[in-house]
């Protein structure tokens, strides 16, 4: 697999950042950039923003301030950021990324604005990698051995080919590379059942593309997990269409919310409840630590000539720091090159027919 | 809608139990069937077994042992199941549900065996009712208001057209209006946004259609939910397709699985974590009762001219009892006249041009 062979990026990054985005916009990205410099001496930022939001910016180190006219609203339809707002935070810090004469101003761009806009407009200023049909988004769970399991698709793409199936899972085993420093992440792909009979015709014939791949030495595919090997620790990397992933994420994001409200109340039902809180506290705290969502902030956006990270729109400085810093990790591990480089050998090993979709703007969640 | 006309059985109930299903067979299903009588005076058993298994249970009152001599294996294939094993406790169990000269033996039949042959062995004795195309598996779930969800489909049919997802949101509300005594249940589909634009054609048609059935007063549908409203109370019942149902219960599976072993491990780690988990025993144990699935065991097998319910195959007594108790809640407020009248009136105000599908032996997880 070639993504090993790539060296980080000696000297500064850059991350280019959407200030106005998510549902704070600067009241939390600036302090989380101001917290994110100072853990990372050889981070360089460009804040982009409107100039009266970025005022309190001006004069900080290893920071350029990009002034933006326009914002894009956390509920903007997609085409409205695409096509009305073409001075927006979001589509100036995205051009950043984008290399002119060969040079581009910044190595990654980090946005919690809407995913939806954040996705058309990255793939109509970026536009789409060399053999591949259709971008998709990654993130990043916890599991039970305390390592990560990283998901994709998440919502970019509601019905997929087989074909789109094995490129995230090339893609995604890019991006563990990069970031976890992991060779050979394993690829599950999710299903209802572990025997290769299972699932529709779809998955099926993703199934057997990915053994191809993994008997090419392009994936270390382990073959079909089921949603709760997302949380075992079973595979590094697991791999669905869209609207399965989405489902399985916000599943996840419910479930957890009705536990820790339900642990919160037993805890505060009786003064005694609270006596028992209270003396239970640096366990609990302990345990909050470790399924801590915050922790986990910052989606990829796989698939396009350019690095782009989502964070969540509700995120705080906290979470918003982790998402410039999984963007910084991922730029200094040169993501992008392995990706294409990953994608290119994909090609070459097993040439599809499949012709490339670079049409409709993606449906996101 | 029709359904609440419906008055409860007068008189004794019958359930049909495959006391050989399951992980761990008699061991577990007979100790449940104790209980379950003693807490259920008008209920009747038909405890269905081989012979040695069930010396045991010869003299029980209100119970028959009715003799089968084989057992359908948890991992049996389905096409042994359904072709090989004709005289399994499985079988013998979902036959007694069958009506002969228009009386039945039992009104309802619980197995803890292999979902897959359940159904398929169910879907062969009993037949899908008119007007079903598919038959679909429906869970409950705890929800953040204290009440339940009920999700469905969970794994029967891996590929849904907008006419089974309409299917499917009729007999929900006939099970919920029937065990819950909820005359008008909510109607939620699943989704990856509340719009009605989201979701791939399959969806949007299928909202369409519910949209429909809403106007006619034959669902009280509400819209488009998400994954996390499994979990917040905002619907009573949530429509999937059986691949989806399924990667999402078993992320909720897999994702509780960890959150427990994370809070069992934080209060074990010291002395000092130990003596926290101890002052917190109360605590700990109310909150581990309302999120103990075990409370949740019981599927129903919806669709089919007969009441089947599915136990989780690794159901302790318990869990089984509860199981039972479903089956007979069901049993008890006629589901099955319920279901059958709810989509009677559906296809009287919705005709549709879809011809019925009972081919192929459908595949469960």
Redesign the interface.
Known sequence: MSGEAVMPVLGSVTIAVDCMGGDHGPAVTLPACQAFLARHPQARLLLVGTAEALQGAAGWERCSVVAATEVVAMDDPVEVALRRKRDSSMRVAISQVKPVGGVAAAQACVSAGNTGALMAVARYVLKTMEGIDRPAIATVM???RDGHTTVLDL?AN??CSAENLLQFAVMGSALVSAVEGDASPRVGL?N??EEAI????T?KRAGEMLRRAQAAGLVNFIGNV???????GKTDIVV?D???G??????????????T???RE??T?SP??K???L??M???K??KH??DHRRYNGAALLGLRGLVFKSHGSADAYAFEQALGRAYDAARNRLLDRVHDRILETLQALPTQAPPDDGPVP?A?
Not at 226 to 232: H, L, M, R, S
Not at 246 to 259: D, I, Y
């Open positions: 916890p599991n039970q919502g509601v019905d999710l209802i059942g299972k699932g529709n015709e998955i089921e949603g709760n090997d997302i949380f075992t669905c869209g609207f399965v989405n489902v399985a994420l916000k599943t996840a994001e419910g479930l957890a919310s009705m536990l409200s339900f642990i037993e805890f039902r005694l409840s006596l028992a809180a003396l239970a640096p366990v609990l302990r345990f470790r399924v449906q969640a």
